[in-house]
Each structure stands twice: as structure tokens, then as C-alpha cells.
């Protein structure tokens, strides 16, 4: 029981639509050889290699169903943000899959026509009297709702974003609300059009009711073209604003999903792989909340808003906000699309022009010295760190060399004994320990670690006592890659020359660059909450527990950097009471005072401190402590209660 | 005139040349922050280049302040951006993004 109502199977009304939808492919086509065109070499082969791998595939194919249809992460974040994404495209999805079976199913011959299957129902006769007619048409109907009850979600979200779980949206620019308004009007025209062609055509348990309703006004057939040619032009207005507006989101994540998949990493802030990134924003704003710069005024450089400047190519205002940046990492652990706003910040500062670059030719000089009279100097430093660590000479080096004698007695009874565990022993293994420069100014952190390592009787000896080299993350962050390097190599020598199997470092910054931007081979990179968690669970550190209430700051660069959230955790709830901070752990609020930021104001750090530490402070602990000596320091100047380094709390509660 | 038996003698200290003036009011423009320094030295004494090298930015503020820019830009090649005159520093200037404006805008 069906026919074709329309002669020709065309009306004048699709062409609004057609040429829109064309307009799309041809702008989306233009924009995918754009981005193609942009990778490298490598780049594209990588690319295309990882589309013919099967397990990629299936993985792409998982990611775009979880990430662009269901919105998975914003579902974590907010159950009815969730479902006012997932409903809208999820819902329009079904609506496209289902217009097009049906058209397969009935009339396969007119699949070649694009709007056909959108307007089916104009042109179609179908009877619900059939299983199949009947499942048709309440599923179409059911979406329909779907995508209905999503749009007055994001209606009612206009009003009271807040209920949505967002205190701040995006500020649009004027074509976003014309595409925003047009998307908002298909649904309800889509509906009112079906809903007149009901009456003909058939419909379920959203169309036949309208059309009942409103018999008088629906059942008159010279309404239907217009209700039609209404629902055509919404659809042509959106298509023709879509590629200029966040909504171009919609078929660019479906092409950033397999690139990332396929391992590709931004180069330059616009131009390939960054461009998928750039289009790929949905301004949805989730990244305004999560910004620590914004918090006490609607902050104008949040992720969404460098990304509207990189695409327009506005250099002066795109430079403000890659240069104040914090570099947290907060927005893009958030961003329901991972859009890696670090990375692109990072490419934007790294192409800025200097006259005068940096050259580290001069610690090259320093290399050659400390080979020749490594351990005299070496002596000499330590000497003098015991000498004020102490205050007295002469019984601080009769104690190391106790403490270094007890340790070699240790590794002698270590390796009678064990035999199994041998290889999982760590505090047997030869320590070499950076402080890291930020540490000279808290040198508590220096000498806490240093207490620590006595106790636990291993061997180790320090990287940096006397002068040191900087580890190179900020001048990696301020984008001067190149000279970056030449510290890392610096560095490196040092620390294959000193023969340690194990980096023991106490910041979280030079942590995450020796893990991520050195190949140390035969040398394991540990952060000091890893290192001496460990040695806790291996009974070699023993230390008791306080009635003190702690709470625990994530520092930027080990939590979301390094994914270290637990060890530092398992430690401290040995040395005491571990309470919990407002948000914490992946939303942990940066203290303000990262090397990350370029051009943040001293006054714009405070604000930044201060919100920071009323999120630690909410369950009133007695002590903050912190795993970086940066965070300990920024804290340590506005803080109110105690704020304390990890190593000092382990140190005052040993056994 | 009165010849009070003491005169005033020219500045030696101060030998700006218009090109180099020049370049400081643009570095005063990028970094107003630069004119709150009052060469305390905390940045000097935290300098992490400091320890292998003439590096120390009280003495290139100055320097720069008087026009002997020559003499003083190279130690701009040292600095590892590490940071820690940053925080130091008690007049709160932002000294990292002060020393890559003098990078950008002066040439050796």
C-alpha cells in the first residue's frame, strides 16, 4: 500500500536544501584536501596507513559513534548536558539513517536523489497498516521527539545555563545564532510539515495528532507546499552558515577522530592537523568554566576564544592569549573533543621571531669541568650543603660517611637475601637525584628528600647541589624548541655520566620534561611521590601516622601531565588524614603560579592563588601539601593555613 | 652668576644616544612593568645562568635604562627562562616576559 504522491519525484521546495547540502560537501571536500594537502609527507602516510588498519578502523569507527553522536564525556560531565547533545545528534542521526531506509526499502531507485530521502514523506504514500509502514513511522516520530526534547533543553540552556552544570557559556557571533536559530527551527518545522502531509501521507503518534489538531488549517492542501518550502529554506540557511560557524564541528570531527587515532601531532597553530583541531571546536564552552584565568571576570582567553582568533587569523590578539596561558592542561582534559589547546598555544608561541636567541654553548665549558674534577667538586658540594644543613662540619661528613657505609651494607644484605625480588627492588638501585632550579628557592624540599633518602639507606648521590642546569620545560613552553634542546642534551650527558639507574626528581615540571621530551636509555625518570611511595610499600621508609587532616594539591604537570593521581595519594594517607579539595584530581585548579603562563600579571596570579586554595581549603584540612616546589612556593606567600612540600610531611611523620 | 665654589658635573652615567632611546621607549611600551624596578638584585642572586654566566638582570635593566645596551645585551643570550626571578622579584614584574620583549626588540 504505497504509491508515489509527486509526479517526478521533484517540488521547487528542495532546492533551498539541494543547493545547501551541495554548497557543504563541496565546502567540506575543499576543506579535507585543504587539510591533507597541509600534512607532511610522513604525516599522510602515517594517515593513510592507519585507515587500512583493521583494528584502527574499528576503533575510529567506536570513537566517532561514542564521541560525535553520544557525547560520552559530556554525559560524565553533566547528565542532561549529555542528553541535550547526544539527543540533538544523535536523534537527527537516526532521523537521516531511518529517511534513507525507508527510501531504500520502498522506492530504492530514488537513493540517487540527496533530498528525496529528507523529504520522503512529502513525496511518498506509505501505509502504517503494515509491521513495517507502522514501525516506520513511530520510529521517525519517536526521533523526532527526541530531537525536539533537545532542542527546548538547549532553549531552556539560553536561560539557565547553570542547570545544565555550566555557569559561563560562549559568547556567539552573530552567524552562530543565525545557524543556531535555524537548527532550532528545522525540528519544529520538519514537524508542522509532516505534520500537514499526515493527513495523506501517514504518521505516527507526533504527526497524525498535529494534523488532527489542527484539521481545519492542515487539512487545506494549498498549506502543505508552504509548511514544506519553510522546512527546506531552515535546513538551506543552516547549510550555508554551517562551514562559518561552530557547527562546522559536526563533519570535521569526523576527520580529526581517525587523524589523532592515527598518532598525528600539531605542528603549526592553523595549518594541517591543527586546522582538523581548529574546526573541530563545537564552542560548546565547557573550557570557560575550567579556565583558572577566568574566575572572577568572563574571561575573553579561555580555549574556545583562541580558537575563534586562530581561525580568523587575528595575530595580535591570537599572541595574548597563547602567551597567558597557564598551561594547565585543565581546558583540554575537560573538552568533550580533546582538542589539545596546549599543543596549539605551544605552536603558535614556538613561531615567534627573536632577534637575540638564546645559546647554551657555555655549559659546555661546565660539562668538560665537572668531568675532570667531578667528585672533588661534587665533595666540596655536599660538604657544604651538610655544613649548613647541620652546623657542624666535621660530624656531618663522619655521618654521610656512616650513611653511606650503612647503605653499602644495606645493598650487600639486600642482594644475600632477596633473590625474587631482586629486579622489582628499587631501593637497591643507585639514585641520582635533581632538585630542579625552582627547588633553590624552597630549599626545604632539598633537604626533606635528602633526610629521606638517608633513612631509607639507598644509594644516591645529587645531580644538582651546587650550580645546575635547568631542565629545559620552560623554555619548551615559551615555544624556543631549539635551545630547549640543547639543555636537555646538557642534562642528559650529566646524567649518563653519573652511571644511576634511577632520576629521582622533586618537581613536577622537570618530571614531566625528562618523561616526555628525554630518551634516557637504562635510566628510569621518578617523580619522589612514585619513588618514595614505593619504598614505603617496600617497607625500606617506615613512617607513622599523624592526627593531622591533609589535603592534597595535584600539580598541573604531574596530575593531567603524567597521570600521577595515586602515589602521592597512597603516601600521604600513611603520614596522616588525606581530605578532599572542592575539585580535585583531573579538575585540580592550578595554583597560579605556573612557568607555563608567558604574560600573566603578578595581580591576575593572586586571583588565581587565592581561588585556588578556597577550593583546597573546603573541608578545612590543618595542612596543604604539594608535590612541586612551584605550587609550594606560590601557596606558601597567600596561604593562611600551613602549606607543606610531599617529602617534608613523610619527613615529620618517620618512624 | 654666584660662584657658590662647587658646580654640577655632566652624568656620566647616562650616554643616550637617540637610536638606543628609542628602543627602550618601545621596550617601555611592550613592558610598562620595566620602569617599576628598583634594582634590588633579587633577580640577580636567584639567576640560574646567573651561576655559569655574567647573566643578571638588575645590571642589563640598568644598563639598558642608561643606553649602554652594547655592553650588556649579550648576557640576554644566557638566560634559561627558568623562572625564578619571577618569583622573586618583590615589585612583581613579569622579568621572564621582560627578557623575550628585549629579545624581540633589540639586536646585538
Given at each position: 500500500m504505497m504509491h508515489e504522491r509527486?509526479?517526478?519525484?521533484?517540488?521547487?521546495?528542495v532546492l533551498p536544501f539541494l543547493v545547501g547540502m551541495v554548497f557543504v560537501l563541496l565546502f567540506c571536500l575543499f576543506g579535507l584536501l585543504r587539510i591533507l594537502y597541509q600534512l607532511s609527507r610522513e604525516e599522510r602516510l602515517k594517515f593513510y596507513a592507519s585507515l587500512l588498519n583493521p583494528a584502527n578502523i574499528i576503533k575510529n569507527l567506536k570513537d566517532i559513534f561514542f564521541?560525535?553522536?553520544?557525547?560520552v564525556k559530556l554525559w560524565r560531565r553533566n547528565p542532561l548536558l549529555g542528553y541535550m547533545h547526544s539527543s540533538i545528534a544523535f536523534g537527527w542521526f537516526m532521523l537521516i539513517v531511518l529517511g534513507h531506509l525507508e527510501t531504500w526499502f520502498?522506492?530504492?531507485?530514488?537513493?540517487?536523489?540527496?533530498y528525496y530521502p529528507i523529504f520522503f514523506r512529502y513525496f511518498m504514500q506509505v501505509s502504517g497498516t503494515t509491521v513495517g509502514g507502522a514501525l516506520f513511522f513511530f520510529l521517525m516520530d519517536f526521533f523526532l521527539l527526541v530531537v525536539l526534547s533537545g532542542i527546548g533543553l538547549a532553549v531552556f540552556k539560553r536561560f539557565r545555563s547553570r542547570a545544565l552544570g555550566m555557569k559561563r557559556t560562549t559568547r556567539l557571533t552573530l552567524l552562530d545564532y543565525v545557524a543556531l536559530y535555524s537548527l532550532w527551527l528545522i525540528f519544529p518545522l520538519r514537524w508542522i510539515a509532516e505534520g500537514f502531509t499526515a493527513g495523506v501521507a501517514g504518521g505516527s503518534f507526533m504527526t497524525v495528532p498535529i494534523n488532527m489538531l489542527l484539521s481545519s488549517f492542515?487539512?487545506?492542501?494549498?498549506n502543505i507546499t508552504i509548511a514544506w518550502w519553510a522546512y527546506s529554506m531552515a535546513l538551506s540557511i543552516f547549510m550555508f552558515s554551517l562551514p562559518f560557524t561552530?557547527?562546522?564541528?559536526i563533519p570535521t570531527e569526523i576527520l580529526l577522530i581517525p587523524m589523532r587515532n592515527a598518532g598525528l601531532k600539531v605542528r603549526?597553530?592553523?595549518?594541517?592537523y591543527a586546522l582538523a583541531q581548529l574546526y573541530s571546536?563545537?564552542?560548546?564552552?565547557v573550557c570557560i568554566d575550567a579556565c583558572p584565568m577566568g574566575l572572577h571576570r568572563?574571561?575573553?582567553?579561555a580555549t574556545v576564544y583562541m580558537v575563534r582568533q586562530f581561525k580568523r587569523a587575528n595575530q595580535a590578539r591570537s599572541l595574548e592569549i597563547a602567551e597567558k596561558c597557564?598551561?594547565?592542561q585543565k581546558c583540554s582534559s575537560l573538552c568533550p573533543i580533546s582538542i589539545d589547546a596546549t599543543e596549539l598555544r605551544l605552536a603558535f608561541r614556538s613561531r615567534q621571531k627573536y632577534n637575540i636567541l638564546p645559546d647554551f654553548q657555555y655549559l659546555k665549558r661546565y660539562l668538560a669541568l665537572s668531568a675532570e674534577d667531578d667528585s672533588a667538586y661534587a665533595q666540596a658540594q655536599n660538604g657544604q650543603t651538610e655544613e649548613n644543613s647541620s652546623g657542624n662540619p666535621v660530624m656531618a661528613v663522619v655521618s654521610s660517611i656512616g650513611s653511606k657505609v650503612k647503605s653499602i651494607g644495606q645493598k650487600i644484605m639486600s642482594l644475600g637475601s632477596s633473590s625474587k625480588e631482586q629486579q622489582e627492588n628499587i631501593g637497591s638501585e643507585k639514585v641520582l637525584y635533581y632538585a630542579g632550579c625552582m627547588t633553590s628557592l624552597t630549599p626545604v624540599v632539598r633537604e626533606s628528600v635528602e633526610k629521606l633518602l638517608k633513612a631509607s639507606g639507598v644509594e644516591w648521590s645529587n645531580m644538582d647541589s651546587g650550580r645546575s642546569i635547568c631542565c629545559g620545560r620552560p623554555l619548551f613552553l615559551s615555544g624556543k624548541m631549539e635551545q630547549a634542546r640543547q639543555l636537555v642534551e646538557a642534562n642528559s650527558e650529566i646524567i649518563h655520566n653519573s652511571g644511576a639507574s634511577i632520576l629521582l626528581v622533586s618537581c613536577a615540571i622537570c618530571y614531566r620534561m625528562f618523561k616526555e621530551k628525554?630518551?634516557?636509555?637504562?635510566v628510569r625518570v621518578m617523580h619522589y611521590t612514585e619513588y618514595f611511595n614505593e619504598l614505603i610499600k617496600e617497607g625500606r621508609l617506615k613512617v607513622k601516622r599523624s592526627a593531622l587532616k591533609y589535603v592534597y594539591h595535584d600539580p598541573c604537570d604531574l596530575g593531567?601531565?603524567?597521570?600521577?593521581?595515586e602515589e602521592p595519594r597512597e603516601a600521604i594517607e600513611r603520614a596522616g588524614h588525606l581530605v578532599k579539595a572542592g575539585k580535585e584530581r583531573k579538575e585540580s585548579i592550578c595554583?597560579?603560579?605556573?612557568?607555563?603562563?608567558?604574560?600573566?600579571?603578578y595581580e591576575e596570579r593572586v586571583h588565581i592563588t587565592e581561588h585556588s586554595l578556597e577550593n583546597l581549603t573546603v573541608n578545612a584540612p590543618d595542612c596543604i601539601v604539594t608535590a612541586c616546589p612551584l605550587c609550594l612556593t606560590t601557596y606558601a606567600k597567600q596561604s593562611e593555613i600551613k602549606v607543606e612540600d610531599f617529602a617534608q610531611v613523610l619527613v615529620e611523620n618517620l618512624k | 652668576m654666584v660662584n657658590f665654589g662647587y658646580g654640577l658635573t655632566p652624568s656620566s652615567a647616562v650616554k643616550i644616544i637617540e637610536g638606543e632611546d628609542k628602543l627602550y621607549r618601545k621596550l617601555c611600551e611592550m613592558?610598562?612593568?620595566?620602569?617599576?624596578?628598583?634594582?634590588?638584585g633579587s633577580c640577580a642572586a636567584s639567576c640560574t645562568a646567573g651561576d655559569f654566566t655574567e647573566m643578571n638582570l638588575r645590571k642589563l635593566i640598568l644598563s639598558l635604562q642608561r643606553g649602554y645596551y652594547q655592553q650588556a645585551?649579550?648576557?640576554?643570550?644566557?638566560?634559561?627562562?627558568?623562572g625564578k626571578c619571577n618569583i622573586v622579584c618583590p615589585r612583581g614584574i613579569n622579568t621572564r616576559h621582560l627578557i623575550m620583549s628585549i629579545q624581540k626588540i633589540y639586536n646585538l
Open positions: 509527486v509526479f517526478g519525484s521533484f517540488d521547487l521546495f564521541d560525535c553522536l553520544i557525547h520502498y522506492i530504492p531507485e530514488r537513493m540517487e536523489l540527496i492542515m487539512k487545506n492542501p494549498e561552530r557547527y562546522m564541528h603549526r597553530h592553523n595549518k594541517g571546536c563545537p564552542s560548546c564552552g568572563r574571561s575573553a582567553d597557564l598551561m594547565c628525554y630518551s634516557l636509555e637504562g593531567r601531565g603524567c597521570g600521577i593521581y595554583c597560579g603560579g605556573s612557568v607555563g603562563s608567558l604574560a600573566l600579571s | 613592558e610598562p612593568d620595566v620602569k617599576k624596578c628598583m634594582a634590588c645585551l649579550p648576557m640576554v643570550k644566557n638566560c634559561m627562562l627558568c
